[in-house]
């Protein structure tokens, strides 16, 4: 599912992997990593968008050093303790999300950020845990939760215990709910299967960014399936609204104001 | 987790040979010698009954010992054999005056799904279960046991139906995953399997949920959130099917064999894992050998769990099953957490683990009472 990297010299020039224009990584990176030719939203890593987010300097992250224990002893072509330990390498994070108490202009949140960097943010046991801790929090402490949401769905390498983290998660959420929180989703491209099938679903607003992967078997998997083309913009985020899933498309540069504008509505 | 193309194929039914599977090979040389020797017996009128009974003894034996060594791929192909009895087959031979009720209210009738009222034992339920067909014009009728968004809603529905009236439910799962398809889609499934996710976890009514074929997925867990979960000993219960897993991480589906084995979705594996409550036994050679047999299993586990549950109050009921998800699947470690419990006083800690670990002791060897 992941789009390729476009391989240019470090760090100046890159292509669009949508329109195909060559773009000043300096300028991308102020536009917040859209392209400004064609308005491409870019997936980025979690820690990114936490600075594009929040208030400087707000999060104060919590479950920062929860680890996979590998509870399967899963070996694949190469041993999964292995591949943690090179995402953890390349992306210097533990696992796939961060969840932490932090500000969008100036209105206290309970935030979780996927990280598709890490192998695309899929869900396992740390996640699971994680989100359900930030879902925990925020019913404690009265505070909204805004979910910003990437995956490809359950961490095969876990087994049932991924596929649980669904479970754990939506009822964490049903106290919430019962509490009278208040919870936000962002869903961001891709937004599929064991994710999208649980916490990504269940916001009492949905956002999404344009054209971001919302839906919840592979569109290879469906094509196999029904042996035909899948329709044009199938699964995206203007798909999903107009079949009534998605509340609305906010592009990158308004989530802040949107978030809190929000947030005020529903008082809290 | 999602799931491989192969998913409309009647799961594994070529794999199975005059009935047997491709592990079976030796119980068909043996099955073949009986029935020449019956031939021979009625055409010449000799008399073969001693060799007969002789080799239906090593049959069993046969049988036996294949059986008593599955390996997780084995396991998976017992679990979507052809003959396997399905969801309407236990609601024959288990439940009573069931009452269908089709409606999602919101688009169609999935016949993926089935729900309805139902008796079993002196119990009054909400029947729920996946329907994969018998024969080949239902089982397109109802894709291979592979629900829509509507087959969710409509269990949904029901659940909640049950709830407004103090019924508990009843799930019985066999599927291969939810329906991947362009519709399914379009109406929510994603949706939809949230939903049920989150309102299983609050339905103020008890739960029973059991794995009686393949538990795919997310299509599974859309109606297996409950108070107890059971898995019959030869069913299994798997994040994706072995062919998927294989085909993404070792990039060829003839891996499915060490796909099985690494994904750990065996009753044992699952029970090890803290996942279910229970294994429902099966006869040797798996349920359709004996299908009366393993009906009554269910029965018994059945009843015994609602007469348990129906003790409880709703709001310890509600407490204890949300308390049961929470933990589910916790396997992490926090270095820092694991160094601030052992600051705590130790005193504390060890009175709190007695308490629990004796807590532990008399549940669980309630929960043996009811097998
Ligand atoms: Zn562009």
Redesign the pocket.
Known sequence: MAQDKVDVPAGLWSR?E??G?MLYEKEVAEALFV?P??G?HRRIDARTRIEQLVDPGSLEEFGADLRSTDPLKFKDRMPYKERLKREQGKTGELDAVVVGRAFIRGRAVILGVMNPSFIMASMGAVVGEKVTRAIERATEENLPLVMVTASGGARMQEGMVSLMQMAKTAAALARLDEAGGLYIVVATDPTTAGVAASFASLGDVILAEPKAMIGFAGPRVIANTINAELPEGFQRSEFMQEHGFVDRIVPRGELRQEIARIIDYCGK | MSIEPTVMSAGGAAAAVGGFLEFEKPLVRIQHDIEEMEREQRETGRDHAADIRQQRTRFKTTLKRLYSSLTPWETVLVARHPKRPLSTDYLRMVFRDFCELHGDRAFADDKAIISGFARIGGHKVMFIGHNKGKEVKERIACNFGCAHPEGYRKALQKMKLAEKYGLPVVCLIDTQGAYPGIGSEERGIAYAIATNLMEMARLRTPIVCVVIGEGGSGGALGIGVGDRVAIFQHAFYSVISPEGCAAILWKTAEQRKHAAEALRLTARELAKLDMIDEIIPEPVGGAHRDPEKVAAGLEKYVVAALNDLKRLTLGTLIRRRQERIRRLGSFFASPSEAKARAATDVSTTRRSTSRTSRLRTRFSQREKVTT
């Open positions: 669009c949508s329109c224009h392209c030719e064609c491409h």
